[in-house]
């Protein structure tokens, strides 16, 4: 059986390395103790440790016993200790120090360090104490906490007093103080508490938020009791047992975190999360058991948000005297409104539960109300606990949500508090499913639900006239639906079946259509939503993944989608699904892509509803005309002559005219027909000239073998990525090729001197002045957590000279540079790229041809999947 504590055996004098061993020692004990032991009596006994050792280090340094003190502030302060936590120290000194004792503590400081401890100190004065403390709020805090540990205890106990009599900041401003730290911190996490990734001590929710909540107690009541707080009427004895129930199992996870790094990390990590889910005993079933793990801990950080989130409106009203005002308005039997507040009118307001629904729709109804009063919160939570079946199940429930979602700011804060306050959750039970559910994956930065949230809520903002600039399309979409209440069930439902096995998308498309006929929506309204929860993925995927200049794709692509209706709703949701995913998943080039295909799409029902549909053929030669005759227009404006342009836009081919805009053809062509003789090659343009947002990289130069290979490795050596490729050939032996890239972040390259480096090392590599760079960088740490199959699968072409083949694996630094390698040893032609990363998943479409411009044979196609596996799973 494991002792109940640690108890070190400190030999006289310290030694670093014996130090070393006991810390070791401790940590081992711990991490076995963990398994069974109370986590209050494990962070005390670590604190207790710490304490041991400092104390037999003062004692050695021989430190006077008057006039000076060593004092716990901060967390360590509150004498629990997590084991890699900071260990903030104060010496505080009566007189002025001699040079003997400063020292003294430089070498005390010191030997802490050596023994690779995480230290933080400061040595100051009773006066120092309090002018610092009056200048920065941080420090005020850090003395609320304050723990003596050696020395002069006198005056120790000096500054307590001085600390809780003397205090710099007003109840008042220091509750102003916390909660704009509050506010600020959530902001970095994006203001929600349900990121894959998150921190346990900072995220919305976490313990900085429960330590926030004891902080403005601790001022205001001028007390260390949380007790108080129940003494005080701020809370109910179970909302304090409930509070600290979330704070143990914080600390739990906080703890087994520290053990499974071996150091301070207070992000729960991919990298961390199936070990810590192993210490915290959800078993050894990997992705099972860190589901497990974090549903309950999203299910503990929401309810510390709710409690915070309350018991900060109740110390707004006490410290700041924010109260009733008697502008109060009464907006039925339940509840009435009184500054930018919602309350109940009596105690009892939800034991009907369409109560729970009327609340919303009072928010939903009225702007000047912002937040729910907080004992009106305290009734929620109480009755949400009460509920017997989902409030779906009652009739007059369903009337209401329904008319909710057709208010014109129902999916606005009405929408968000629903969430926040998981009555959505008790509302729909598929919903409840997907409250705290992990994806695993980079692709998505939340949880299931808290993704969803996010599409609803942008698809929200397309219907406000001061987000209209921001999404012109969606917004003059879906401000002209007469129905887009459908358009937000579809956004609930598209990924509510994840989680449970099999297609996502079918079972999605069951729900709604299950939740369709329970709420009594039209037939056309059914088959709408249904066919939207089934498709959701499609745009985007033909966006990114197919050719959109070809009117092959896009007769297809219209043909799936089959009416005007469907394709306006589909690309407003696909959209808001993009940017729902994290903060840096959207940019220019996607809302080229997705806009382009909307438009082409568009275009194809216009001509559709014609009696004379044009075939693909003349479809494309009718295109070609277009492109061909905007562009002559430019550069006649610019000053060039007609027949020179014809002379040379005789030796490009068809496929060059059909796959660049006009402004790309006018670019181009400017530059090319400068071009005297081949000493003035490779011609190298870096720009954007289709205005998308990207950058364009345009190459044209003499046909030389495995020019895709050396410029991808050029892009990988410059830290650049390629987003699309089109390689193409003139008619006398010319190639000229175009790659879209961006940064690493997904900006665009606008730097000039980065663009002048990279024309340079092009022009030397393409002339062999340099050889092809070979750039190895490790993989992201993000990456290293994933497994991803190779996959090479033979797609279908049109054309029977070129061979297709979609690549799955894992997005890795040079993943198309060394894709390329492999084409270049097998002596094969790349004539199109578009590379697409899905998270850590890259999901590219390569088209090739053999040097005879002839499609792969099965033994060719066997060769090649093998040597892409083999190159990439070795590296």
């Known amino acids: 059986m494991m002792d109940s504590t640690f108890v070190p055996s400190w030999q006289r004098p310290l030694t670093i390395a014996e130090s070393r061993q006991q810390l070791e020692a401790q940590q081992l004990w711990a991490a076995e103790a963990f398994i069974t032991a109370d986590i209050e009596s494990l962070l005390v006994a670590r604190s207790e440790f710490i304490d041991s050792l400092l104390h037999t280090l003062w004692q050695q340094c021989q430190f006077p016993d008057q006039g000076l003190a060593l004092i716990a502030v901060g967390g360590f302060g509150r004498g629990t200790l997590h084991p890699g936590s900071d ?42 104490c309090r002018e610092q403390a009056e200048a920065e709020v941080t420090v005020a805090t850090s003395l609320l906490e304050q723990r003596y540990i050696s020395g002069d205890a006198e005056l120790a106990i000096a500054l ?67 007790e108080s707080l129940v003494q005080f009427g701020f809370i109910t004895a179970a909302e304090l047992l409930e509070l600290r129930e979330q704070q143990r199992f914080l600390w739990r996870i906080r703890f087994a975190l520290h053990l499974e790094a071996g150091k301070k990390e207070d992000r729960l990590l991919f990298d961390f999360q199936v070990g810590v889910a192993q210490r915290m005993g959800y078993g050894n079933t990997g992705k099972t058991a860190v589901e497990a793990l974090m549903k309950d801990y999203f299910n503990a950080v929401a309810a510390v948000r709710e409690l915070n989130a309350m018991l900060l409106q109740f110390f707004d009203q006490a410290i700041l005297g924010a109260d009733q005002s008697t502008a109060t308005r009464n907006l039925d039997a339940n509840f009435f409104s009184y500054n930018n507040c919602i309350a109940a009118r009596h105690d009892r307001v939800f034991d009907r539960d369409e109560a729970f629904l009327q609340l919303f729709l009072h928010i939903a109804r009225d702007d000047a109300i912002e937040t729910i009063q907080a004992h009106t919160i305290r009734l929620l939570r109480s009755a949400r606990q009460r509920l017997q079946q989902p409030l779906c199940s009652q009739p007059q429930c369903r009337q209401l949500f329904l008319e909710l979602l057709t208010l014109p700011k129902g999916c606005g804060l009405a929408f968000q508090l629903l969430h926040e306050h998981r009555i959505l959750a008790h509302y729909l039970p598929q919903w409840a499913q997907i409250v705290g559910q992990m994806q695993f994956d980079l692709f998505h930065a939340y949880t299931v639900d808290e993704h969803t949230f996010r599409l609803v809520r942008n698809l929200y903002r397309y219907t406000l006239p001061d987000k209209a600039e921001d999404f012109p399309l969606c917004s003059q979409l879906v401000t002209a639906m007469d129905h887009p209440e459908w358009l937000y069930i579809a956004g609930i439902f598209h990924d509510i079946a994840k989680g449970r096995g099999g297609d996502h998308s079918e079972l999605g498309e069951q729900d709604v259509r299950h939740f369709a006929e329970l709420h009594g929506l039209p037939e056309h309204a059914t088959e709408l939503v249904a066919w939207l929860v089934r498709q959701h993925l499609f745009m985007s995927v033909t966006a990114q993944k197919r050719d959109i200049h070809d009117p092959e794709v896009v007769r297809e692509f ?39 295909l909307y438009h082409a799409t568009a275009a194809y029902f216009a001509r559709a509803a014609q009696t004379d549909t044009p075939s693909a053929a003349r479809e494309m030669r009718q295109r070609i005309h277009e492109h061909q005759a905007h562009a002559m227009a430019l550069l006649l404006s610019a000053g060039y002559d007609a027949t020179t342009i014809e002379l040379l836009w005789g030796r490009f081919t068809a496929d060059y005219f059909l796959r660049h805009r006009p402004e790309q053809i006018a670019w181009h062509t400017q530059y090319i027909a400068r071009v005297e003789s081949d000493e003035q090659l490779p011609l190298i343009l870096v720009g954007d000239e289709s205005n998308q947002g990207t950058t364009e990289l345009f190459v044209y130069h003499h046909e030389q073998d495995y020019l895709f290979a050396a410029i991808a490795a050029v892009l990988e050596g410059q830290n650049l990525s390629i987003h699309d490729a089109q390689i193409l050939a003139t008619r006398d032996g010319y190639v000229m090729d175009t790659f879209v890239m961006l940064q690493q972040n997904g900006q665009p390259l606008t730097d000039a001197r980065h663009i002048e480096s990279l024309k340079q090392q092009l022009h030397d590599v393409l002339r062999s002045r340099q050889p092809v760079p070979s750039v190895q960088r490790r993989l992201p740490r993000r990456l290293r957590s994933f497994t991803v199959t190779t996959k090479i699968e033979f797609v279908p072409t049109k054309n029977k000279h070129r061979t297709a083949f979609e690549l799955v694996a894992l997005d890795r630094p040079g993943l198309v540079a060394r894709v390329a390698r492999v084409l270049q040893r097998l002596d094969l032609n790349i004539l199109t790229a578009k590379i697409s990363t899905v998270g850590e998943q890259a999901e590219d479409l390569f088209i090739v041809t053999t040097r005879r411009h002839e499609a792969l044979d099965a033994e060719q196609q066997n060769e090649l999947r093998q040597q892409i596996i083999a190159a990439l799973e070795d590296a």
């Open 160 to 226: 307590q007093q001085d600390t809780f009599h003397q205090f710099p900041w007003s109840s008042r401003a220091f509750y102003q103080a916390k909660q704009d730290e509050q506010q600020q911190r959530h902001q970095q996490f994006h203001g929600t508490s349900y990121n894959l990734e998150p921190n346990i001590k900072s995220s919305p929710g976490g313990l900085r938020d429960i330590q926030t909540i004891g902080w403005i107690a601790k001022r205001h009541f001028q007390t260390q009791s949380e």
């Open 87 to 128: 260990i903030d120290l104060l010496f505080v000194h009566q007189h002025p120090l001699p040079n003997a004792i400063k020292e003294k503590i430089a070498t005390f400081i010191q030997f802490l360090w050596d023994v690779r401890l995480d230290v933080g100190h400061s040595v100051r004065t009773l006066a120092d």
């Open 558 to 596: 219209a043909e799936t989608v089959q009416t005007q209706e469907r394709l306006n709703y589909l690309y407003c949701l696909t959209v808001a699904d993009i940017r729902a995913t994290n903060s840096t998943l959207w940019n220019n080039w996607k809302a080229t892509l997705l806009e382009n």
